[in-house]
């Protein structure tokens, strides 16, 4: 069974930094394009950042600049380094990945997601 296990979140403040990581772990294919999102209290889930199996990334406005999403797929990993965070950029972070695995002889593509990690930052 494909699984994605975040680790990297925690307390910081204002104008600290942490790295998200996320590991695949099964009998993975490939991996397609892995993403970070997001959810703050009493808000939707939002992208963060993603990058494509060939390495094209792409950003949320509000974080370009100082968050890099980069990609080992040697390792099936993902990760995310924050930068000069702030009090807004509180949130539970989840790892999404498109992934084609075997399946009973069979290969298949799906969406998965991690279970989250959060990230706090104080003022």
């Known amino acids: 069974q494909v699984q994605l296990v975040e680790s990297g979140g925690g307390l910081v403040q204002a104008g600290g930094s942490l790295r998200l990581s996320c590991t695949a772990s099964?009998?993975?294919?490939?991996?397609?394009?892995m993403a970070w999102y997001r959810q703050a209290p009493g808000s939707q889930r939002e992208s963060v950042a993603s990058?494509?199996?060939?390495?094209?990334?792409n950003y949320r406005g509000t974080v370009k600049g100082r968050f890099t999403i980069s990609r080992d797929n040697a390792k099936n990993t993902v990760y995310l380094q924050t930068n000069s965070l702030k009090p807004e950029d509180t949130a539970v972070y989840y790892c999404?990945?498109?992934?084609?695995?075997?399946?009973?002889?069979?290969?298949?593509?799906?969406?998965?997601w991690g279970q989250g990690t959060q990230v706090t930052v104080s003022s």
């Open positions: 990058i494509t199996s060939g390495g094209s990334t």
């Open positions: 099964a009998s993975i294919i490939s991996i397609n394009t």
């Open positions: 999404n990945a498109a992934i084609t695995y075997w399946s009973r002889g069979v290969s298949r593509t799906d969406d998965y």
